[in-house]
């Protein structure tokens, strides 16, 4: 198998941003030339080669750093529907050459003040200080352990700085008691529902309210979204404020498309002052999906992994990222978004495992209208032995009409809707609504009796008012559930 993809080299080189001496210019110079057919390296300075299996993930149009995003297939990305997903050729790749478990490690965010420069000085400076003859002893060693291991001083140090530390294990959360209602209930074995509830796309406060009022009774806590398909509506955390104020538990999303590092954690240390302690952090739709003018879509400052590590570092180790120490450090109960059709389940499961090992607590998943193909992602999962660190709510979406079917199937990543289930949308005429109610508990009652599945996720897409019925019919009542008065 060649080690060496030609490469399109899709986006173009970064260039530095101060002006280097002349040496480190000649290097880099010779590093571009070098890097940039065989592996189509953009010059991130931070190089990652070793563990994505010599694929360069910054030809991935949204620069993600730790894996696929959630709408990842084997055919082609889709931000860019004109080339392949890096990250599925990184993965399969990965697989063929016996690699996969390098795929675990947290690897860290850009640092930009070495952006556009060289990466062999760095690599140069490590086998200096450790020892040029004791490196090429290692390297040049039958033993593939100790060959292994010498290659590993090398290069870990260059790709892991002091400031990340990024690793491939498991970190247990470093606290005992519940730090929200949701936590104590999963904690407690219960089997919850969560729901998301639209922020609005005004000023007017009022829908949202009375939504959270309407669902409340029914969930364990309400999701508010994060700019769904990179369009404004109003904040994750003033919407989750609100229904703090409401007396309702909230999950509060926050996309990493539109944070930078600095923002991120400014976010949730005010979060955490309003009140939130459930926080789900995603890398966020596209810009592509947003309508004109596109923003930028080639690189995001941090990816939802990236973003789970800082969480739970500032929460279990009391460090911002740069290293600083905080007196009083946050305490948030952590989720994620699980992606059980975006690619092969094998691969997700990986993907999966890393989000938990960065500090992931909890996944909603993606809209699931296959049990069987969700069945084949959890049984991954449970060979990778991590079904017992997170809590794994399942994304439920009742549909609507046949037209909201079509488009959840053909146009929104990670949905994968049978044909038998469209037919039925198709063919219900005008009981559209009722029909997609009907598949909805058909699902929830096959689901729930999966290994692994501590609860469901329903995200009704504005269609709120069908709460209450879907989680009574089904059976979901929460415990403790007291019927609200009719007003
Ligand atoms: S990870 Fe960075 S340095 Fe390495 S090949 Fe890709 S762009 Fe180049």
Request: proline residues 7%; charged residues 25%.
């Amino acid at each position: 198998m060649p080690i060496f993809s030609p490469s399109r080299r899709w986006q173009p080189p970064f260039m530095p941003f101060k002006r280097e001496k002349f040496s480190k210019r000649a290097l880099a110079a010779l590093e571009k030339v070098v890097k940039g057919p065989l592996f189509g390296c953009r010059m991130c300075g931070n190089c990652l080669l070793q563990e994505t299996s010599f694929i360069c993930p910054m030809e991935c149009p949204k620069g993600v750093r730790n894996g696929p995003c959630g709408g990842s297939t084997a055919e082609h990305c889709y931000v860019d529907e004109t080339r392949p997903c890096m990250w599925y050729e990184i993965y399969d790749r990965a697989f063929r050459m016996g690699r996969e478990e390098k795929l675990l490690e947290v690897l860290p965010p850009l640092d930009w003040d070495k952006v556009g420069t060289e990466t062999w000085g760095d690599v140069f400076e490590q086998v200096k200080h450790l020892g040029t003859s004791k490196v090429f002893k290692g390297i040049m060693t039958k033993d593939s352990l100790s060959r292994a291991t010498t290659w590993d001083m090398v290069f870990r140090p260059v790709r892991q700085p002091d400031w990340w530390e990024g690793d491939s294990e498991y970190h247990a959360p470093k606290y005992e008691e519940p730090v929200s209602d949701l936590e104590r209930r999963l904690k407690a074995g219960e089997f919850v529902v969560t729901s998301e509830v639209m922020p609005p796309m005004t000023v007017a406060t009022g829908k949202l309210s009375r939504n959270i009022d309407m669902v409340k009774p029914y969930v364990a806590a309400i999701n508010f979204t994060d700019c769904p398909s990179a369009t404004p509506r109003m904040s994750s955390w003033a919407c989750s404020s609100t229904a703090i104020n409401q007396n309702a538990e909230p999950v509060m999303q926050i996309a990493a498309r539109d944070r930078t590092r600095v923002g991120l954690q400014a976010e949730v240390l005010g979060a955490y002052n309003l009140g939130i302690r459930n926080i789900l952090c995603l890398s966020g739709d596209s810009m592509n999906m947003a309508s004109e003018p596109k923003g930028r879509m080639d690189v995001i400052d941090l990816d939802s992994v990236q973003m789970l590590w800082i969480l739970r570092r500032m929460r279990d180790e009391g460090k911002y990222l740069d290293g600083r120490e905080m007196k009083q450090p946050p305490q948030y109960f952590l989720g994620a978004a699980a992606s059980p059709f975006a690619s092969e389940p094998k691969f997700q499961a990986i993907r999966e495992h890393k989000k938990i090992n960065a500090g992931a607590q909890f996944f909603q998943t993606n809209l699931v209208y296959d049990p069987d193909h969700l069945e084949i992602w959890l049984n991954e999962l449970a060979k990778r032995n991590i079904l017992d660190k997170v809590y794994i709510l399942i994304g439920i979406t009742p549909l609507k009409n046949y037209r909201m079917a079509k488009y959840m199937n053909d146009d929104v990543p990670g949905v994968y809707i049978p044909v038998p289930l469209l037919k039925r949308m198709e063919d219900a005429g005008d009981n559209e609504a009722e029909e997609g109610l009907q598949i909805a508990l058909e699902l929830v009652e096959k689901i729930r009796k999966l290994q692994g599945v501590n609860g469901f996720h329903i995200m009704a897409v504005g269609w709120e008012e069908i709460v209450p019925r879907l989680v009574t019919e089904a059976n979901l009542l929460p415990a403790g559930f007291v019927q609200p008065e009719k007003v």
